[in-house]
């Protein structure tokens, strides 16, 4: 169980264009998603704390114009690059969080690699 | 500000030895969490351990066993027995009770030899 699916694993798209990654719980329904951003042999970077139905929560110097984020159920989330461009090159990361009782456990997906051309 | 420290960027060990991954982080909280995670060549975060703070008890998963000094702020990862398939990233992580918000560390890179 606690599955976690992203999609695409990677995208190649050329600067100026919008690239959308898909976050899904499997098999819980999760309260709470997160999106990371990782540099080669980097640790995770948090980027943004979404909860269904309300706003995400970016944190500081990361911009919201430019990294859409969208938790329209309580087993999808979507990031969105707007206008992407080379520095946006990364390998992103989701996880989810079922929000029950007991340790704060997230779940994470395999990750999405984007390159900018 | 909580922050977590990982001061070994990379280690090694011998197939069937045991290593020792060191994490310090420094809160003010009473309340929180610490994770060890693994992240293979794939890329896909394992959750290798975890340790409520407020058991004083070491946490144990197989050959994985944690040496968590809450007055030291100190949450070590020992591997016992390594095996060639322990070749990864290891992240420590702290959560502050009810968040859900992890910070990581730096990361150690460990490479298992034949």
């Known amino acids: 169980g606690a599955v976690v699916s992203q999609h695409p694993s990677r995208v190649i798209c050329k600067s100026g264009t919008s690239v959308k990654i898909e976050c899904r719980s499997l098999d819980f329904q999760a309260t709470t998603m997160f999106w990371y951003r990782q540099f080669p042999k980097k640790s995770l970077m948090l980027m943004a704390t979404?909860?269904?139905?309300?706003?995400?929560?970016?944190e500081q110097g990361v911009e919201k114009d430019k990294f859409l984020i969208n938790h329209a159920s309580l087993t999808l989330s979507t990031l969105t690059v707007t206008s992407a461009h080379p520095e946006d090159s990364s390998f992103y990361i989701c996880?989810?969080?079922?929000?029950?009782?007991?340790?704060?456990?997230?779940?994470f997906g395999p990750g999405t690699r984007l390159t900018v051309l | 500000a909580q922050t977590v420290t990982q001061s070994q960027p990379e280690m090694s060990v011998q197939e069937a030895e045991t290593v020792t991954l060191s994490c310090t982080y420094d809160t003010s909280e009473s309340n929180y969490y610490l994770f060890w995670y693994k992240q293979p060549p794939s890329r896909q975060m394992i959750l290798v351990i975890r340790?409520?703070?407020?058991?004083?008890q070491n946490a144990t998963e197989n050959r994985f066993s944690v040496n968590f000094q809450k007055a030291a702020k100190s949450f070590s990862l020992k591997i016992s027995d390594s095996q060639l398939g322990d070749t990864a990233m290891y992240f420590c992580?702290?959560?502050?009770?009810?968040?859900?918000?992890?910070?990581f560390g730096t990361g150690t890179r460990l490479k298992v030899l034949a």
């Open positions: 340790q409520e703070a407020y058991k004083q």
């Open positions: 992580a702290f959560d502050t009770s009810g968040t859900y918000k992890y910070i």
């Open positions: 979404s909860n269904e139905g309300s706003k995400a929560t970016y």
């Open positions: 996880s989810a969080a079922p929000g029950r009782e007991g340790p704060d456990e997230q779940f």
